[in-house]
């Protein structure tokens, strides 16, 4: 489904990584691990199109996604590590936003529903800059519930998150690789067994 190859990275004068090749098919969870510096986001970046590589390509279902890349887009949704959500907008509007730069719908029942699923119920409506660290969390993942896309591209999301919302999210992940999806993480703490069967990629830190 989704393959890098040979890619190389360089910032400033320090080449992150070089050569590295990977893939991910339907039922995959990839766990890319790596200390800080190493590279993960400036990986998932280029995995996601967000960032060219120095060197390399990336294929979605084996097309270029430089060349195009709209099949791609619409068929992935990508969580950085920072919630990126609008702090004076309520978790129901910043989610309605994001459907809308994403051309997605759901009613406001299924906004109100996805909501409680993670956790808010009775916040849906409070400006999101109101809420707790890791309630701004949830209202960024809530997004994954939201948008049907097979793959997910997900940078450090369990960051804020109490054990409740970690293990919810893991199952979620589990869930949708046991259903034809795929699950690019990062994760500065080890994955549990909620999140069922997984791959490492570990990316070292080059000096
Ligand atoms: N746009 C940029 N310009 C210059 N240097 C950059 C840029 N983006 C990233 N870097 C550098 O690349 C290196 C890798 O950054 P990256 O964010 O990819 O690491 P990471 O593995 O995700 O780290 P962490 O675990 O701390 O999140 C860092 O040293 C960072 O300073």
């Keep these: 489904m989704l393959e890098a190859c040979e890619i190389t990275c360089i910032k400033r004068d320090r080449t992150l990584f070089e050569g590295i090749s990977l893939s991910v098919d339907a039922g995959d969870l990839l766990y890319l691990r790596g200390p800080n510096g190493a590279g993960k986001t400036s990986l998932l970046r280029i995995l996601t199109g967000l ?42 509007d910043n989610l309605k936003f994001w459907l809308a730069q994403h051309s997605a719908n759901a009613d406001d029942d299924a906004l109100y529903e996805t909501l409680a699923r993670i956790g808010l119920v009775g916040l849906e409506d409070v400006p999101v800059r109101y809420l707790s660290a890791g309630q701004q969390r949830r209202v960024a993942l809530s997004r994954l519930w939201l948008k049907k896309a097979s793959v997910w591209v997900l940078d450090e999301p369990f960051t804020a998150l109490d054990t409740k919302g970690v293990a919810l999210l893991e199952q979620f992940m589990k869930h949708h690789v046991e259903n034809g999806g795929v699950v690019i993480t990062t994760s500065h703490q080890a994955l549990s067994e909620e999140a069922g069967r997984y791959r490492v990629f570990d990316l070292e830190y080059r000096f």
């Design 51 to 92: 960032s060219a590589p120095d060197s390399g390509t990336v294929r979605f279902n084996s097309v270029d996604i430089a060349v195009n890349a709209s099949a791609y887009l619409s068929n992935l949704v990508y969580l950085g590590h920072k919630s990126g959500t609008n702090g004076s907008l309520s978790a129901i």
